[in-house]
């Protein structure tokens, strides 16, 4: 099994990573993806303005990296638009939460956290962004990484950029091979996360529309050092596993419905085992609907977890989900 070294010093199992996202990449999610093997997990981002102003939400999800199992490795992820707001929210991190990577957020495209100069913005200043990350580098305990878009509006100098991020001590880069303007949808361009792999001696990291039928032809084409997997983890952390089986080359395993309903159970029980109620069901509406959406007939089915408003009631749906599974017109 090929492995990813950070900094001579920590050693990823594999090179299959799980991509940040934010409502979906918690404990729940990052804990169902280890049994399955994954190398290497990261956090929802975090808002350093929350982190410096307080917030108990913010700091109950830090002290949520604390249920992960030490083996278990973890990037902690930031984001902030402001230097001082973010180095100030580092030592607060160090000490609340227990992670191995520190990660900052170059790549978010959303409107509200662009609005604060904060994700993708950076890539529209990168003399900032190589000093920030200089001082952010000088400030962690941890190894930092960055995860970045190719461009904002347009494709910048990546390499360039890379090179630099390097220089200032970055140990790590994964890149969403598409520019902001992108947001999540069009081609994305693996050329350029070639490029960049040519030309730094870090570890580099592919992502963006990877699933397991083109993983190995996006790892051979880049020669990145790993592969970060969103979207289609989601309802299938098993790709880890089958990821992990095609590079032993063993066949892959493919769950069926009986299966797959049994894996939304263990995910809910983790989602109720450290979240209230109310947070736990709101959540659980969007993660039972990827568990079944391959499912024959699940219509009607999804239309019922999709309204469920209690611990119970999902568990009750989980228990008859074949009462549910019936041809609509
Ligand atoms: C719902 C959702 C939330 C996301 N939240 C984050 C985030 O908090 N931080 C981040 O760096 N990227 C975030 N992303 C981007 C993903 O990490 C990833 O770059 C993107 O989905 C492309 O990979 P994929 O095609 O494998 O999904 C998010 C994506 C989605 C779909």
């Known amino acids: 099994m090929k492995k990813i070294i950070i900094n001579n010093n920590l050693i990823l199992p594999n090179r299959y990573i799980l991509a940040p996202m934010a409502g979906l ?25 929350s982190v410096i102003h307080n917030s108990s939400a ?16 973890l990037a902690l992820q930031i984001f902030g638009g402001k230097k001082e707001s973010i180095l100030k929210s580092i030592p607060v991190i160090e000490k609340e939460a227990r992670y191995d990577i520190l990660d900052f957020n170059a790549g978010c495209p959303v409107n509200k956290v662009v609005k604060q100069n ?84 870090i570890p580099v990291i592919a992502n963006g529309g990877i699933s397991l039928y083109n993983a190995s032809e996006v790892l051979s084409f880049t020669k990145a050092d790993g592969i970060m997997i969103g979207q289609k983890a989601l309802g299938h952390p098993e790709i880890f596993s089958n990821l992990i089986r095609l590079e032993e080359g063993k066949e892959i395993i493919n769950l069926s419905p009986k299966e797959k309903i049994n894996q939304l159970k263990k995910h809910l029980k983790l989602l109720f085992s450290y979240l209230d109620e109310n947070r736990g069901v709101s959540l659980a509406r969007g993660i039972s609907t990827h568990y079944i959406k391959d499912f024959k007939y699940s219509a009607k089915l999804r239309s019922y977890f999709v309204r469920c408003k209690s611990k119970k009631e999902y568990f009750d749906l989980i228990k008859n989900y074949k009462n549910y599974l019936v041809e609509t017109t």
């Open 58 to 73: 913010t700091f109950f999800d830090l002290k949520t990296t604390h249920l992960e199992k030490k083996k278990n490795l």
């Open 25 to 49: 990449s918690d404990y729940s999610l990052r804990r169902m993806c280890y049994l399955e093997g994954v190398g290497l997990t990261y956090t929802e981002m975090v808002s350093c303005e």
């Open 118 to 201: 904060a994700g993708s913005k950076w890539l529209t200043k990168v003399d900032e962004l190589t000093n920030l990350m200089k001082d952010i580098v000088n400030i962690s305990s941890h190894p930092v990484s960055i995860k970045l878009r190719t461009g904002f509006n347009e494709e910048i100098d990546l390499v360039a950029l890379a090179k630099r991020l390097e220089e200032v001590g970055v140990s790590l880069i994964a890149i969403h091979g598409r520019t902001r303007k992108e947001f999540f949808c069009g081609k994305v361009n693996y050329d350029i996360i070639k490029k960049v792999k040519e030309n730094v001696t």
